[in-house]
C-alpha cells in the first residue's frame, strides 16, 4: 500500500486567496495529506490581489477565509516531504518568525521539494544561508530582496532550481503545481 505524501502550506492572514486555494485544493484533489499552518491557528483572512487600469500597482480586496490547521510552533518539519509557500502579503510578517525560518531552512538543508510563489520568496530571504547562489523568479516587486540575499533572480514566470520551483504570481499556478507534483512525484498521473 502506498503511503500518501505529506504536504505542509506555510502561511498567514492576507495571503493572497488563489495562492493558497489552488495548491490547497490541488494537493487534496491528488489525495495529498495537506496541511496549513500559520504563527497561529485560527481562520485565516485571504486577499485578493488583481489590477485595475487606473492603478500603476495591484490592488487588495478581502477575500475568502481558511482554516489554518496547525500554529507552527506545533509543527514538526522532518514530518513532512515537501512545503509551498503563497504569496500575497503574509510572508512579510510570517518570515520574522523564528519556528517559520525554522520550518524553512529545514526543507532547503534537507532537499525536500519547495513551492514558493509570488511574494512567498521574501520568506526565503530570511534563511538566505540557504539560498545563496539560487535561481528563482519572485513578483517582480521582490527582485530586490531575492537578490540582496544573494540568489539570482529570473526573469520567468516559473523556474525550477534542485527542489525549489518558484513562480511569478497566481496566473502561473497551473505550471507551477505542475513542477512542484514532479518535484514531489506525488503521482505519475497527476492531472493539471
Not at 97 to 102: F, G, M, R
Amino acid at each position: 500500500m502506498k503511503m500518501s505524501k505529506k504536504v505542509l502550506i506555510l502561511t498567514g492572514d492576507a495571503v493572497d486567496c488563489l495562492e493558497v486555494f489552488y495548491p490547497y485544493y490541488r494537493c487534496l484533489e491528488e489525495q495529498i495529506d495537506v496541511t496549513i499552518a500559520s504563527p497561529t491557528k485560527k481562520k485565516l483572512q485571504t486577499v485578493c490581489h488583481d489590477f485595475l487600469p487606473q492603478m500603476e500597482t495591484f490592488t487588495e480586496l478581502t477575500a475568502y477565509r481558511i482554516d489554518s490547521h496547525a500554529s507552527v510552533d506545533d509543527i514538526n518539519p522532518a514530518d513532512f516531504d515537501a512545503l509551498i509557500i503563497p504569496g500575497g502579503r503574509a510572508p512579510e510578517y510570517i518570515r520574522m518568525n523564528p519556528k517559520v525560518q525554522e520550518i524553512t531552512a529545514h526543507f532547503l538543508q534537507e532537499n525536500k521539494p519547495m513551492g514558493v510563489i509570488c511574494h512567498g520568496q521574501l520568506v526565503l530571504t530570511t534563511v538566505r544561508e540557504h539560498i545563496q547562489g539560487r535561481s528563482m523568479t519572485a513578483y517582480t516587486c521582490c527582485r530586490p530582496e531575492v537578490e540582496a540575499a544573494g540568489a539570482h533572480y529570473v526573469e520567468k514566470m516559473l523556474v525550477v532550481d534542485g527542489n525549489l520551483v518558484t513562480g511569478h504570481a497566481w496566473p502561473d499556478l497551473p505550471g507551477f503545481m505542475r513542477e512542484f507534483f514532479h518535484l514531489l512525484n506525488a503521482d505519475k498521473k497527476v492531472a493539471v
